[in-house]
Nanobody
């Protein structure tokens, strides 16, 4: 079993910063990638950022403002969000693709979601 626990959401004014964390625990043999998605009210869940094999990629809407990073020793992924805008308001979900055992197939896991609210 694998568990993802998110933390760090909250409310902030436009221009402010927040840092999200997502810690993976349980049966983990190897991690393929870790990333973040978000879902605003009434909208579909959108990809935000991903880190894989030392490389990172970002959605155009957050490029230059958000930074994804990992602590491999802790199996934790972070999302540093700076210069926040009201349109960043959403529930943020971490996403981890991993293998639980050496010869197991890769599986996707999702965090429980954490609310980020940015006021103007």
């Amino acid at each position: 079993q694998v568990q993802l626990v998110e933390s760090g959401g909250g409310s902030v004014q436009a221009g402010g910063s927040l840092r999200l964390s997502c810690a993976a625990s349980g049966s983990i043999f190897s991690i393929n990638f870790m990333g973040w998605h978000r879902q605003a009210p009434g909208k579909q869940r959108d990809w935000v950022a991903i880190t894989r094999g030392g490389s990172t990629n970002y959605a155009d809407s957050v490029k230059g403002r958000f930074t994804i990073s990992i602590d491999s020793a802790k199996n934790t992924v972070y999302l540093q969000m700076d210069s926040l805008k009201p349109e960043d308001t959403a529930v943020y979900y971490c996403n981890v693709n991993l293998r639980s055992q050496r010869y197991a197939s890769s599986q996707n896991y999702w965090g429980q979601g954490t609310q980020v609210t940015v006021s103007s």
